[in-house]
């Protein structure tokens, strides 16, 4: 059974930077079996896809609200997939989300099977 598990959230000021992890247990990411994605949920708000890593890497695809800001990117020696922040804002602030799963319309469509337990993210102006 694939869990997965994210760290690396706190507080950071509007302007700076942070990097969330996500670490699998059960499943290999060098594997590239999984479509793996990154999402969050602020208070009152819906749940929405940050951005989504096909094939170790070799697509990658970003939500409007990100793009330019958020990496998102996977490490085979380490075993992880990072979504790097930076030029974070207020808005950014919300519980972040590793999730996978082996088809692609699934993830895109927020409907993953997979899902990390999240991380908090808290950006301060």
């Known amino acids: 059974q694939v869990q997965l598990e994210e760290s690396g959230g706190g507080s950071v000021q509007a302007g700076g930077s942070l990097r969330l992890s996500c670490a699998a247990s059960?499943?290999?990411?060098?594997?590239?079996?999984?479509?793996v994605g990154w999402f969050r949920q602020a208070p009152g708000k819906d749940r929405e896809w940050v951005a989504i890593?096909?094939?170790?890497?070799?697509?990658?695809l970003y939500n409007d609200s990100v793009k330019g800001r958020f990496t998102i990117s996977q490490d085979n020696y380490r075993d992880m997939v990072y979504l790097q922040m930076t030029s974070v804002n207020v808005d950014d602030t919300a519980m972040y989300y590793c999730?996978?799963?082996?088809?692609?319309?699934?993830?895109?469509?927020?409907?993953?099977?997979?899902w990390g337990q999240g991380t908090q993210v808290t950006v301060s102006s």
């Open positions: 999730a996978a799963d082996a088809e692609f319309d699934r993830v895109v469509n927020g409907n993953p099977r997979i």
């Open positions: 059960g499943y290999t990411f060098s594997n590239n079996i999984l479509i």
């Open positions: 890593l096909v094939s170790g890497g070799r697509e990658t």
